[in-house]
């Protein structure tokens, strides 16, 4: 707890980049992202699709993008908002000895691939987050989805990186600011899960 005798703006100073600069930007990169609402809507119709028909959804990131999958599938299998039933979700990252079998046998940029081979068929959904675009697992992951008739979805930002173009729906944050780029991923995913929310599931086997 800082003392009442702390220098303020020595802080400030030291911390980089202030709060209301933080907000500020993140504002501009909101505004920036409005244009990506059609595209938003369509990855949770994806999603809905999926999982009416008998699939699922699979998710994976690396670091805070890791969280950010883990976070999104984690409210499917238990709840967002609204009482519902368990939805089923996958998140790729969340399997430690998996991750760590792979990556000894095959190495890190299999790790996704690999478990998708296994996990993964026709008719689910995967999300995969990457602010770069350029994370060698993600697009192993975003390969292997394609060969196994999976639906891929990208949450990137920056200039998209080497995945853009490659996934059926591409949500590219206009910012190059990692934190910002997380920020507004999250708000995406929480707006699919509202969608979700507000679907009748009384008919899911």
Known sequence: MLGSSYNQSTYAADAGVSYLQSVDELIKVLSASVHLEECIDAAAQAIKRSILNGGKLITCGNGGSAADALHLSEELVGRYKAERRSLPAICLNADVTAITCIGNDYG???????????????GDVLVGF????????????????T???????YLGGKDGGMIKGTCDIELIVPSNTTARIQEV????????????????WSDLK
């Open 130 to 145: 990457s602010t770069s675009g350029n994370s060698a697992n993600i697009i192993k992951a975003f390969e292997q989805a």
């Open 108 to 122: 890190f940029d299999e790790i996704y691939a690999r478990q998708l081979e296994g996990l993964g068929k026709l």
């Open 147 to 153: 060969a196994q008739g999976i639906t891929t979805i």
């Open 185 to 200: 991923h999250t708000l995406i995913l929480h707006q699919w899960l509202e969608e979700l929310d507000a679907t009748d």
